[in-house]
């Protein structure tokens, strides 16, 4: 893939949140709204499965990173764990296409946070997933329920 074909969407810089999971399959770019992170990449070779489709573990992990944050983002910053985490895979993805991760439901609560995602190739439905997280205490411990 060409270097220029790398350059994302208007509204995506470069995703700050980085963790050895992530980091093979970078550049992995985000845009914050007022109400989530949207997280995106150009599907490369490192990306795919046996069949050079997305991975589902990619979609996954990206799903649950995007929903994740955007419950953080609702709740001031709240860190999160997951508890619950579905993926319902629609379509398929390609080498070189924009793979977008959207979150498009969050309901905060004190200890449970409940995010649905929809995942797009091309702006095509691929994925939607859905997840509940645990709220955490600054200390790193789950809130009393």
């Excluded at 490369?44 to 997305?54: D, I, K, L, Q, Y």
């Excluded at 419950?71 to 985490?85: I, P």
């Excluded at 702006?123 to 859905?130: E, H, K, T």
Aim: net charge neutral; glycine share 12%.
């Amino acid at each position: 893939m060409e270097t220029q074909t790398l350059v994302p969407p208007p509204g995506f810089t470069p995703h700050m949140r980085k963790s050895p999971l992530t980091a093979p399959w970078e550049p992995i770019f985000a845009r914050e709204t007022q109400s989530a992170f949207v997280l995106g990449l150009y599907l490369r070779e490192a990306h795919t499965n046996s069949r050079g489709f997305a991975h589902g573990g990619l979609i996954g992990a990206l799903a649950d990173n995007a929903m994740g944050l955007s419950c953080g983002l609702r709740l001031g910053g709240a860190r999160l764990v997951t508890v619950s985490l579905s993926v319902d895979y629609l379509g398929r993805a390609q080498i070189g296409q924009w793979l977008e991760f959207d979150t498009v439901f969050v309901k905060p609560g004190g200890t449970l946070c409940f995010a649905q995602a929809f995942v797009t190739a091309d702006g095509q439905p691929c994925a939607r997933a859905d997840a509940v997280f645990r709220v955490l205490e600054a200390d790193g411990r789950t809130r009393a329920a």
